[in-house]
C-alpha cells in the first residue's frame, strides 16, 4: 500500500536534522505512541475505504473512466 503515515515523529524529526538529532520510532517509550497513532491512522483509512466502496456499490461501475477504476484497484490494493 502506498499509503505514507504521519506520525508526528517524521515531522519533529525533520526539524530536528538541523541538529543532527534524531528520535528513533522504535525506542522504548515512543514505540507505543507510534503504534497507537499508526493504528489510528490505518483504521481512519480503511473506514473510508468502505465508505467510498459503500458509495461506488449504489453505482453503475459503467460510468467510471478506466483510469478511474484503475486508480480505484491500485488505492485498494488490488492488482490489475
Known amino acids: 500500500m502506498s499509503l505514507e ?9 525533520n526539524v530536528l536534522k538541523l ?3 534524531k528520535i528513533p520510532i522504535d525506542a ?7 503504534r497507537a497513532v499508526l493504528t489510528r491512522e ?3 483509512y480503511f473506514r473510508n475505504l468502505r465508505r467510498e466502496d459503500e458509495l461506488m456499490s449504489f ?3 459503467d460510468k467510471f473512466s ?3 477504476l484503475n486508480s480505484i484497484c491500485i488505492r ?4 490489475i
Do not use: C
Open 28 to 34: 522504548p517509550v515512543v514505540s507505543y505512541l507510534t
Open 66 to 68: 478506466e483510469d478511474e
Open 76 to 79: 485498494r490494493g488490488i492488482e
Open 19 to 21: 541538529f543532527r538529532i
Open 5 to 13: 503515515p504521519v506520525t508526528g515523529l517524521n515531522t519533529i524529526n
Open 59 to 61: 453505482e453503475s461501475l
Open 42 to 44: 490505518l483504521n481512519l
